[in-house]
């Protein structure tokens, strides 16, 4: 309660839910007016938007382009924002006298740190990869690790 008060916590977590929700939004908008001339057949296990515009036959791919930089842009605010704040938290967990307190957030940081490591890792992998070694197998074993892993 100190170092994150009720309203600094409920304006982060709506910019989070606000932020996504756009970012779905735009993603989802734009996949639905790509026209498919490819089939409708998905080589994944989701739906996921590199796999669909694969399957698009116009040139909205630009447009798909820009939604991803507009991504990626928001995606490297929140990771600047997850790092400061790490931070701040290890901050305050090295300033916690005794050393069974210490050890107590940090077992519960960690496997956090851990996860979310992973899942932007491997995200950041399946959408930044060139096409070159692009192969369906390996497209599907990095879904699965950033989306049912973590």
């Not at 929700?21 to 080589?43: I, Q």
């Not at 740190?113 to 369906?136: D, E, G, N, Q, R």
Request: hydrophobic share 50%; charged share 10%; glycine share 6%.
């Amino acid at each position: 309660g100190t170092l994150l008060g009720s309203r600094t916590c409920v304006h982060t977590a709506a910019a989070a839910w606000g932020s996504g929700f756009l970012t779905a939004l735009l993603h989802t908008a734009n996949t639905f007016l790509l026209p498919l001339c490819r089939g409708n057949a998905v080589e994944q296990f989701f739906c996921e938007i590199p796999q669909i515009v694969k399957l698009s036959c116009s040139h909205s791919y630009l447009r798909e382009a820009g939604f991803l930089v507009v991504g990626f842009s928001l995606a490297l605010v929140c990771f600047v924002f997850m790092v400061g704040s790490y931070v701040q938290i290890f901050r305050a967990v090295l300033r916690i006298p005794s050393e069974q307190g210490c050890h107590k957030a940090f077992s519960t940081c960690l496997p956090h740190l851990v996860v979310v490591s992973m899942l932007v890792s491997t995200s950041a992998f399946a959408h930044l990869k060139p096409p070159s070694i692009s192969s369906p197998s390996l497209d599907l074993v990095v879904a699965v690790l950033y989306s049912v892993v973590p």
